[in-house]
């Protein structure tokens, strides 16, 4: 299992302003501080066909 390290600031997995995307297909964990949060901003077109699977999420909140 590969790590993703972003520049997300206190958020473990910002999903913003995506289209057609597929975060952990083949499975993924997300742990510890943060949490898992979608967002959007004004500037750009909202968050389409965006997919969260297989994804095992301890000691995070979603916002």
Not at 8 to 14: E, F, H, I, P, S
Not at 30 to 53: E, H, K
């Amino acid at each position: 299992m590969s790590r993703l390290r972003t520049g997300t600031g206190t958020d473990a997995v910002l999903v913003e302003n995506c289209r057609g995307v597929t975060t952990a297909a083949r499975g993924g964990r997300v742990s510890g501080g943060g949490g898992i949060r979608p967002a959007a901003r004004t500037d750009f077109p909202d968050d389409n066909r965006t997919l969260l699977q297989n994804l095992a999420v301890t000691d995070q909140t979603t916002r």
